[in-house]
């Protein structure tokens, strides 16, 4: 079964505006990992947060990470018509393990 | 981080018949991982393959069905075996960054696209 469960599922708005997506996980990791997916081709990774980060920037990407409530965030700022695409977290246990996915959110930006 | 390439991109096979899916990295790498995606759902891992070792399956996932090869640190093909519709999936490879030290960070080649008839 899939650790990761994100929110919301689906997600549509304006050009412009900012998007949140959200990850839940049920056990300790060493790291969270989100990656972005076009239209059921490869997965682009975006950004890794570390057990021991808090928070990470990655130009309009901001990642948070609260282990203590076993949850992060993706922000995506000023959201273009291409972000449209789906939303992964995936989360490593440990240093170099696999990686556990959640189910994804599908972001939708209207130009 | 690593280029990955996959072949075939797609393919469309009949039932009963195998498929065998290449995953070329452009650097060596010690963890290779293949993931199974079944339409629209998330990922989940099928096996891990280490050079010079055989593939850990996770579990619901066997080594008749889904044979794996790692010749060497660049390489690694993931044969889909007797197939049925329900194998109908994007399958992807994927690499941890290669150094001294774990990165952490995995790259995913860009996935094969198998429709079984």
């Known amino acids: 079964s899939q650790q990761g469960e994100e929110d919301p599922q689906a997600l549509s708005i304006q050009e412009g505006e900012n998007a949140t997506m959200n990850c839940s996980y049920k056990t300790s990791i060493n790291n969270l990992q989100w990656y972005r997916q076009n239209s059921g081709r490869g997965l682009v990774h975006l950004i890794l947060i570390r057990s021991n980060e808090r928070e990470k920037h990655s130009g309009r990407l901001r990642v948070t990470l609260d282990t203590s409530k076993k949850s992060s965030s993706l922000l995506i700022t000023a959201s273009r018509a291409a972000d449209t695409a789906s939303y992964f977290c995936?989360?490593?246990?440990?240093?170099?393990?696999?990686?556990?996915f959640g189910e994804g959110t599908q972001l939708t930006v209207n130009p | 981080s690593a280029v990955i390439s996959q072949k075939p991109s797609r393919d469309i096979c009949q039932r009963g018949t195998s498929l065998t899916i290449q995953c070329q990295v452009d650097?060596?790498?010690?963890?290779m991982f293949w993931y199974r995606q079944q339409p629209g759902q998330s990922l989940t891992l099928i096996a891990t393959?280490?050079?010079?070792?055989?593939?850990?399956?996770e579990s619901g996932f066997v080594i008749d069905k889904f044979p794996i090869s790692r010749p060497n640190l660049t390489f690694s093909t993931l044969t889909v075996s007797n197939m049925s519709p329900e194998d109908s999936s994007i399958y992807l490879c994927?690499?941890?960054?290669?150094?001294?030290?774990?990165?952490?960070?995995?790259?995913f080649g860009p996935g094969t696209r198998l429709t079984v008839l």
């Open positions: 994927s690499v941890e960054a290669a150094g001294v030290f774990f990165t952490d960070t995995q790259y």
């Open positions: 393959a280490n050079q010079g070792s055989e593939a850990t399956y």
């Open positions: 650097s060596q790498v010690t963890m």
């Open positions: 995936a989360t490593g246990r440990a240093s170099g393990s696999r990686l556990t």
